[in-house]
């Protein structure tokens, strides 16, 4: 029994670190299950609101009331971007937009020669803020604390991508922050994340992807430095799939206007979400999904202890595009599975434990990019 629950500590720790270098992959301008909001942006900012109702904590005589605001900020420092001859600026601005290598040879060159793609060098940074709010009297019932009712999480991370050959390509990100009740009130408070990571493509439409990840606020393995690996397969526009073991992401768009994302990892996370477009400027959509926060408690017991905040939800609502560089998103949930605890991993959930009862939620969303 123990060597199973250490070999599925494993897998939920690469799964961790493959869903951190899709989200590290999709911020600095690979071309697969990138994020709109900083597609080929030198500036963009996000912001976003959620209000759940008051919401009864099970076994207490006792109310939540759950509330989040976030900022994330994010800017292209530099980009070495070699002017391109004539015959291959097509290919390198079609390269550039993240719509693959093109499938015309003669017109196109400059990818599918043996001489490659002319390298790209990235430099970016990003800026994210985090207050999570739990207004009420919960008690954390080991410790007999009240549960804070601020919790903040600050970051700053500079990423550095290269781009050369024929898609080869390596990048590193490094993170600084503080996630707790009291940030960066002392240095055990402040948390530090780094990932390595590379692509060597195996043909015009794959890639085998590698990587390294190191985070000091995860909820398993905390502080150890975890390999992965990962085969991207983009056979077109409509379909692409990123596999790992035991970690699969896949996007489809089964019709013009329909689109389907599915990540799927044997922990408690995933994400399935379903987008209509309307018209032009304005999409519906529906998710499905389980997610996570941890933070570091200045008066914690002990040193490793973090306090954890898991969550599902099933969501709908409407995304209107406000021009070409901004779009407005307003949606409802309905949350459910919804437990605080504090430990030293994921395998303290049933102890220390604060479980809520369902609840509704409203959610507002701005993003901006220039």
């Given at each position: 029994m123990k060597k199973l629950k250490h070999m599925l500590t494993i897998i939920f720790l690469v799964t961790a670190s493959l869903?951190?270098?899709?989200?590290?992959?999709?911020?600095?301008?690979?071309?697969?299950?990138?994020?709109?909001?900083?597609?080929?942006?030198?500036?963009?900012?996000?912001?976003?609101?959620?209000?759940?109702?008051?919401?009864?904590?099970?076994?207490?005589?006792?109310?939540?009331?759950?509330?989040?605001?976030?900022?994330?900020?994010?800017?292209r420092l530099w980009r070495n971007l070699p002017q391109a001859k004539t015959g291959n600026q097509k290919s390198k601005e079609s390269f550039m937009k993240k719509q693959g290598p093109p499938q015309g040879k003669e017109e196109n060159p400059g990818i599918q020669s043996k001489r490659g793609f002319p390298g790209i060098k990235q430099l970016s940074t990003s800026f994210s803020y985090k207050k999570r709010n739990f207004e009420g009297d919960a008690i954390l019932p080991a410790s007999g604390d009240l549960l804070p009712e601020e919790f903040y999480n600050i970051k700053a991370a500079l990423t550095y991508t290269s781009i050369s050959g024929r898609r080869k390509l390596w990048g590193l990100r490094l993170g600084f922050g503080s996630a707790?009740?009291?940030p960066f009130h002392?240095?055990?408070?402040?948390?530090?994340?780094?990932?390595?990571f590379m692509s060597n493509p195996v043909g015009e439409r794959d890639s085998w992807m590698f990587f390294v990840y190191y985070s000091d606020n995860r909820a398993v393995l905390n502080h150890v430095p975890l390999p992965g690996f990962a085969y991207m397969w983009k056979p077109g526009k409509k379909f692409q799939i990123l596999a790992g073991i035991p970690f699969l992401a896949t996007k489809w768009k089964p019709m013009e206007k329909l689109d389907f994302s599915l990540s799927?990892?044997?922990?408690?996370?995933?994400?399935?979400?379903?987008?209509?477009?309307?018209?032009?400027?304005?999409?519906?959509?529906?998710?499905?999904?389980?997610?996570?926060?941890?933070?570091?408690?200045?008066?914690?017991?002990?040193?490793?202890?973090?306090?954890?905040?898991?969550?599902?939800?099933?969501?709908?609502?409407?995304?209107?595009?406000?021009?070409k560089s901004a779009d407005f998103e307003i949606s409802g949930s309905y949350k459910f599975d919804r437990y605080i605890f504090e430990g030293d991993g994921y395998e303290d959930r049933?102890?220390?434990?604060?479980s809520l009862e369902n609840g509704f939620c409203l959610n507002l969303v701005l993003s901006i990019r220039f």
């Open positions: 869903l951190a270098a899709c989200s590290a992959y999709g911020q600095d301008g690979i071309p697969v299950f990138d994020d709109s909001t900083k597609r080929d942006s030198s500036l963009w900012f996000k912001t976003r609101y959620s209000a759940t109702e008051d919401s009864r904590v099970k076994i207490q005589d006792s109310e939540l009331a759950l509330s989040l605001e976030e900022f994330d900020l994010g800017a707790s009740d009291e002392a240095s055990d408070l402040t948390t530090t994340d780094a990932l390595f799927l990892n044997p922990a408690p996370g995933g994400k399935a979400e379903v987008v209509y477009s309307v018209s032009d400027t304005m999409k519906i959509f529906g998710v499905l999904q389980t997610r996570s926060e941890s933070y570091i408690r200045d008066e914690r017991l002990e040193y490793w202890d973090r306090l954890f905040y898991y969550e599902s939800q099933l969501q709908a609502g409407t995304r209107i595009l406000l021009g049933d102890t220390n434990r604060i």
